[in-house]
């Protein structure tokens, strides 16, 4: 296995109770999570007068982009194959913020790891902040978004695909919703770029009050370790999870505890001709009231699993 390596990952929105994952996304090639429900009002007891929406209730994409969460706020993003940058960002309800009140930059972050910043700007035809930068590349070009609205800071990840956000979706299935229902937004918030080791050379994602690193080997064989708020190891023992691979007729698959690597394992068949996929877990940790669901891209390591 080769050093760590460095992942970005949105920490914001990638835990849910229902079946979702890192807001927007759930799965490269596979079918994503439940679509949400539109945050419309509805009527009140016996006709009266409509109830008030509630937050959090619709993440809908309304741009044909992918949804991401900071805090309260809701941040859709669209990348275009040319490196065109459009980010919409909204409030609890998907009130749309004017975009002359939204700041900041993009961190493009190519699949070598070298990085560029994208300037953003207010354009009022579309109502997004909008920029240019080099193309998405493949497998994954990390967007670290680092904004402010007024004075609140609006701080998310994405990986996107060549071909934009349109062709990420499109290997995802078609669909790009996000399901918050029951997820405490404020549990796992950060204040800048957020960055994990994956010590074990997979890719870190945000689940619930934690994160998870996900490993594929060339064999097939696919790892799961359990992490904290802060990204350091913590013991699967009493966790339970299942993965299901981006893949047409791919079905859930039970992972098991693996006591020497202090991690879940499960043997499953290496897609063919691919050096990357992937994976949707859901994810239970340890005396947790429900699943979190979460979408991990997974770059196939040639070497097998060290943990083995």
């Not at 930059?105 to 997004?128: F, K, Q």
């Not at 290997?171 to 074990?200: L, W």
Request: charged share 20%.
């Amino acid at each position: 296995m080769t050093g760590p390596k460095r992942f970005a990952r949105a920490c914001t929105a990638l835990a849910v109770s229902c079946v979702a994952v890192p807001c927007a996304l759930a799965a490269l090639g596979g079918a994503l999570l439940p679509a949400c429900r539109r945050n419309t009002a509805s009527p009140g007891p016996s006709g009266g007068a409509p109830t008030r929406p509630r937050a959090h209730m619709d993440h809908d994409p309304r741009h044909g982009g992918m949804l991401l969460m900071s805090g309260d706020q809701h941040v859709e993003i669209v990348v275009e194959p040319t490196g065109d940058v459009r980010v919409f960002v909204s409030d609890a309800f998907r009130a749309e913020m004017n975009p002359t009140e939204v700041t900041g930059v993009a961190v493009r972050r190519g699949p070598d790891g070298t990085t560029s910043r994208i300037e953003l700007h207010a354009d009022a035809a579309s109502g997004a902040v909008v920029g240019r930068g080099a193309p998405p590349e493949g497998p994954f070009t990390t967007y670290d978004l680092d904004l402010h609205w007024r004075t609140t800071p609006v701080r998310s990840s994405v990986q996107i695909m060549a071909g934009g956000t349109a062709a990420t979706i499109a290997a995802a299935g078609g669909t790009s919703a996000h399901d918050h229902a029951g997820h405490d937004h404020g549990a796992h918030e950060h204040t800048g770029t957020h960055e994990h080791t994956a010590v074990h050379g997979g890719s870190v994602v945000s689940a619930g009050d934690g994160h998870v690193e996900v490993r594929m080997d060339a064999s097939g064989r696919l790892t799961l370790w359990s992490l904290d708020a802060n990204g350091t190891a913590r013991t699967a023992r009493g966790a339970q999870a299942s993965v299901r691979l981006a893949l047409p007729g791919a079905v859930d698959t039970p992972l098991a505890y693996d006591a020497t690597a202090d991690a879940l394992v499960v043997q499953m068949t290496a897609p063919a001709g691919r050096d990357s996929i992937v994976a949707l877990v859901r994810f239970t940790p340890p005396s947790a009231a429900s699943a979190i669901d979460v979408r991990v891209p997974l770059t196939i390591a040639a070497s097998p699993d060290a943990a083995r």
